[in-house]
């Protein structure tokens, strides 16, 4: 079965406490991405990856990081988190091949982080 | 810079409607565009993939439009069941990018 798998689903952490949010995907896809889901602003994207060692900053990348050592794993990094980064993060990943659903997006499950 | 709009921001129809979602975006300049559904508290499930050079695609009673030079897309969902409810986005990438923008949504509910 297609999945994108993140973990962890749930987090509550404190300030400053650094922590990895993980993401895989067993469909081979070369794109993947994370984003942040806020009321009233949408998803928004953080950072996003073509390929193994290749990623690049979306909209919102401050106080992210991420790394594409592995092309099923794209972690999420808050290297000292804060109260703003609470939120709803989702990893996606998709074929970089075009034409047909070949661009179609695979979402995971969302991961809810509450920072205090 | 690309901005994605959707109209209305909530819905509330009987069961049995057919109905419109909107979706405008202002660079026409796109590689695709897709539309999503999201339940509470879940991920975004993909529910049509429309390429730059189609006009339109369906998935039963689904169907997608899509006017790249007007800046507009459309989602006809035709019979709409409770088990409809839930928040639609659609999403566009530009040419040449993976950078996907969404829009903001349209919580649907349809009414028993």
Redesign the interface.
């Known amino acids: 079965e297609a999945q994108v798998t993140q973990n962890p689903r749930y987090l509550i952490t404190v300030t400053g406490k650094k922590l990895t949010v993980t993401c895989s995907q067993n469909m081979n896809h070369e794109y993947m991405s994370w984003y942040r889901q806020d009321p009233g602003l949408g998803l928004r994207q953080i950072y996003y990856s073509m390929n193994v060692e290749v990623t690049d900053k979306g909209d919102v990348p401050e106080g992210y990081k991420v790394s594409r050592k592995e092309k099923r794993n794209f972690p999420l990094i808050l290297e000292s988190p804060s109260p703003n980064q609470t939120s709803l993060y989702f990893c996606a990943s998709s074929s970089s091949s075009g034409g047909g659903d070949g661009n179609t997006i695979y979402f995971g499950e969302g991961s809810w982080l509450t920072v205090v | 810079k690309q901005e994605v709009t959707q109209i209305p921001a909530a819905l509330s129809v009987p069961e049995g409607e057919n109905l419109v979602l909107n979706c405008s975006f202002t660079d026409s300049a796109i590689?695709?565009l897709?539309w999503?559904r999201q339940d509470p508290?879940?991920?975004?499930?993909?529910l049509l993939?429309i390429?730059s050079s189609q006009r339109e695609q369906t998935s039963g009673r689904l169907n997608a439009s899509l006017d790249k030079s007007s800046g507009r897309s459309t989602l006809y969902i035709a019979a709409s069941q409770p088990g409809d409810s839930a928040t639609y986005?659609c999403?566009v990438?530009t040419s040449g990018t993976?950078?996907?923008?969404?829009?903001?949504?349209t919580r649907l509910k349809v009414l028993a």
């Open positions: 590689y695709n897709q999503f508290g879940k991920g975004l499930t993909s993939l390429q986005l999403a990438t993976y950078k996907y923008i969404f829009g903001t949504g």
